[in-house]
Structure formats: structure tokens, C-alpha cells
């Protein structure tokens, strides 16, 4: 996924989901309508962007991590955690073990690139 398709999924979710215009969510989490906008054309923002939505989505209940998901469905995002089906809750653990083993595996490479033998 490039910056561009993320940028479109937070369009999406923004318009379909939250119905709120660019300046409503950049208040919503204290930003601006400017930033919004260069978020989803995938021209700009920043991980404090990101985090911030994802934290709104959660606070209205909603699986917010799906945003990143290589396979978009906003169905599954419009899904309100307390309703979140089993096997949806199994394949988060799962790809949440996966993700921690990548970066375990990538800090013992860099910490090997560090500290010389």
C-alpha cells in the first residue's frame, strides 16, 4: 500500500463511516483541515496524524486497525469492536505475534550490525 491508497482509506472512513468534513475530524483530533487533506491525497501528514485517527476510531468503538490490512474492506472496519467476530479476534492476535516476531528478528539484525564481534 502507498500513501496515496492509505490516504484514500482514511478519505473513505472519514466520509462513510465517521460523516464528518475534513475540518470536523481535524478538530475532532486537534489538527487541522490542511493536514487532513494532505493525508488524503498521500502528499503529507505524520505517524502523530495516524495515530491520532486511529485513536479516534477506537474511542467510537471501531477496528480502526483495519485501516492496515493489505486487503481493505471497510465493512470489517465499520464493525464495532464489542461485535468483532471470534475468528476476527484470533487472525488480530495472529498477525499481531507475526509482526512482533519481524521486529524482534529485525532489532537482533541492527543490534548485530552495532556491536561489533
Keep these: 500500500m502507498d500513501l496515496a491508497a492509505f490516504g484514500d482509506r482514511v478519505r473513505q472512513v472519514r466520509e462513510e463511516i465517521l460523516k ?14 490542511a493536514i487532513i487533506s494532505r493525508l488524503e491525497l498521500g502528499i503529507g501528514g505524520n505517524i502523530y496524524i495516524i495515530f491520532d485517527i486511529i485513536n479516534y476510531l477506537h474511542s467510537k468503538k471501531l477496528l ?3 485501516l492496515f490490512r493489505e486487503v481493505f474492506d471497510i465493512e470489517l472496519l465499520r464493525t464495532k469492536i464489542a461485535e468483532a467476530p471470534k475468528e476476527q479476534i484470533l487472525e488480530l492476535a495472529d498477525l499481531l505475534e507475526k509482526q512482533s516476531r519481524v521486529q524482534t528478528e529485525n532489532l537482533m539484525k541492527l543490534n548485530n550490525l552495532l556491536v561489533p564481534r
Design 20 to 33: 464528518l468534513t475534513q475540518t470536523e475530524l481535524a478538530k475532532e483530533i486537534n489538527s487541522t483541515q
Design 64 to 66: 480502526g486497525h483495519m
